[in-house]
């Protein structure tokens, strides 16, 4: 395999975990279970809306993953740690995931898991070309359960863009399929 999450998908299959510590993701009012019930710790964070770091070590201790409120069935992931926190300021009880820019295993296997629990994921990220094809990227992954929020050309006008890309950075954008980041590419 070339790509990251390959080389860690394979290495898996033989019991190796390479970056297990740094390989992380942040969520907050999401629940977990192991095959013994509710895992208190992820029960005792999300009780008092507290934000978790989650390295891929205890990520693969949980086998279910799902918003607090169990009638709920969306969860908000945002690329950005600044974005985040805004929004568990002004949403305290949102069930929400922080990628941190490029998608690490551990966000796809959360991810993974919501989606297993019945999920919809409302994704936002940069309206820029990498973040465009990170979106791409999971709306491939997951292309029934996947809602780009604030990821449209009213969204990108307001974001008033002062910075002109690079051709090389441009070029990116070609590879793009899903029709609506297509058009927003445009």
């Given at each position: 395999p070339s790509?990251?999450?390959?080389?860690n998908v394979l290495l898996k299959q033989y019991g190796l975990l390479r970056d297990d510590i740094t390989n992380d993701v942040t969520c907050i009012n999401i629940v977990a279970e192991t095959s013994e019930g509710p895992h208190p710790v992820w029960e005792a964070a999300a009780k008092t809306c507290s934000v978790m770091n989650v390295p891929l070590r205890e990520l693969l201790k949980v086998s279910k993953a799902f918003p607090k409120q169990s009638n709920l069935k969306q969860v908000w992931i945002v690329e950005?740690?600044?974005v985040f926190s805004s929004l568990a300021d002004a949403v305290p009880d949102a069930p929400m995931v922080c990628t941190h820019?490029?998608?690490?295993l551990a966000a796809l296997k959360l991810m993974d898991m919501l989606v297993d629990s019945g999920c919809s994921l409302n994704y936002a990220g940069?309206?820029?070309p990498e973040g465009l094809l990170m979106a791409e990227r999971l709306w491939q992954r997951y292309p029934h359960k996947l809602n780009m929020w604030h990821m449209d050309l009213h969204a990108y006008h307001r974001?008033?863009?002062q910075v002109l890309l690079p051709p090389e950075r441009l070029a990116k954008l070609d590879s793009?399929?899903?029709?609506g980041l297509k058009s927003l590419a445009q």
């Open positions: 790509d990251s999450e390959s080389i950005n740690s600044g820019g490029q998608f690490k940069d309206i820029d974001s008033n863009p793009l399929v899903e029709p």
